[in-house]
């Protein structure tokens, strides 16, 4: 091993529709060096590859390290990439990414080993490795934001399924007439629970013109519109249209999660995104749905956390999971 030991960088880049975030990293997680900048996505997957070349060479000149010192690349990236055969098969977020073989593209313009993994699944193991999973062999991440995605960790390992699409909670069905989702099907969790879709009901609400407090808590951030960060801020000062929207949110959430259990049966859910960070008026309420939807003995010891690592969940894990792919060892 001491070839490792001549190599104790690995290189994470985390591939977002808005931002890429390229860090220099130690083999165990810990991040040295960060930058961050708006992804020009704009351009097409070209484009985007030769901004990750620059920004890879220009973090390993700041660190002042040599590219004989990286073991590899860890990659994390919205969209579904296929595991197996290491293409980037379609990304909602990026203009132009279809059956776009990243990692051998990326390989080529640097000459490194480079892995990529789905961002809600390096994020879950993120999350397994570092975060609030750390010692559980059975974990499901789930992130609540604009979207909903999530990750399944069975046995300490990624669970992939075929091709590497294993855990888009956020697409289930989960009201068969509910609202249409981005990704052509009705009534996906994502349309009912999400950011976006506690944003979009507090709209459909206050366009009856009720005076509410969720207006107030847009007004003193000096905004019109209304964020899912603002009905969370109204329920807890106890407005009662919040409380019901958010409340709404929070039972399909809870009976996404119950599904996800009886398929599953993790020893604990893991919930990162905006809403992890509302405290117990969310997860109290969560848990409760869950448990109303779950028979006994599969409720019964299954913990439902905030995450713990915030925005670099996904970069630790594609570090970790570099290491783990081309080193061949967990620690
Ligand atoms: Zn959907």
Request: with cysteine; net charge negative.
């Amino acid at each position: 091993m001491v070839k490792e030991r001549n190599k104790p960088y690995i290189i994470g880049v985390d591939l977002g529709g808005t931002k890429i975030l390229t860090v220099v990293a130690t083999a165990q997680g810990e991040i040295l060096l960060r930058k961050k900048e708006e992804t020009r996505a704009l351009g097409g997957p070209e484009v985007v590859l030769d901004q990750m070349e620059e920004d890879i060479r220009e973090v390993i000149r700041v660190q002042g390290i040599d590219f004989e010192e990286i073991q590899a690349v860890g990659v994390c990236a919205a969209g579904f990439y296929n595991h197996r055969e290491r293409v980037m098969v379609k990304s909602p977020n990026l203009t132009g990414w279809n059956q776009v073989p990243l990692a051998r593209m990326l390989e080529e313009r640097i000459a490194l080993p480079v892995s990529v993994e789905n961002d809600a699944n390096a994020a879950a193991y993120g999350e397994y490795r570092l975060g609030a999973g750390r010692g559980r062999s059975h974990m499901v991440y789930i992130t609540v934001s604009t979207g909903i995605g999530g990750g399944i960790i069975a046995d300490g390992e990624i669970f992939h399924g075929s091709q590497g699409y294993a855990g888009e909670i956020g697409h289930i069905t989960v009201d068969l007439h509910g609202p249409r989702c981005n990704c052509g099907n009705r009534g996906c969790l994502e349309t009912l629970s999400s950011g976006t879709a506690i944003a979009r009901r507090a709209a459909e609400m206050l366009a009856s013109g009720s005076p509410s407090r969720m207006l107030e808590a847009a007004a003193m951030e000096g905004r019109q519109e209304v964020t899912a960060r603002h009905v969370f801020t109204a329920a807890e000062l106890g407005d009662a249209e919040a409380r019901e929207i958010v409340g709404r949110a929070i039972e399909y959430l809870g009976a996404g999660l119950a599904g996800m259990a009886m398929l599953l049966n993790p020893e604990i859910f893991v919930i990162g995104g905006g809403v992890s960070m509302s405290g117990d008026s969310f997860f109290q309420p969560l848990r409760e749905a869950f448990c109303r939807r779950s028979p006994g003995p599969v409720s019964e010891n299954v913990e439902i956390v905030p995450a713990g690592l915030g925005d670099e969940a996904g970069i630790a894990g594609a570090v970790l999971l570099a290491v783990e792919e081309f080193a061949g060892k967990k620690e």
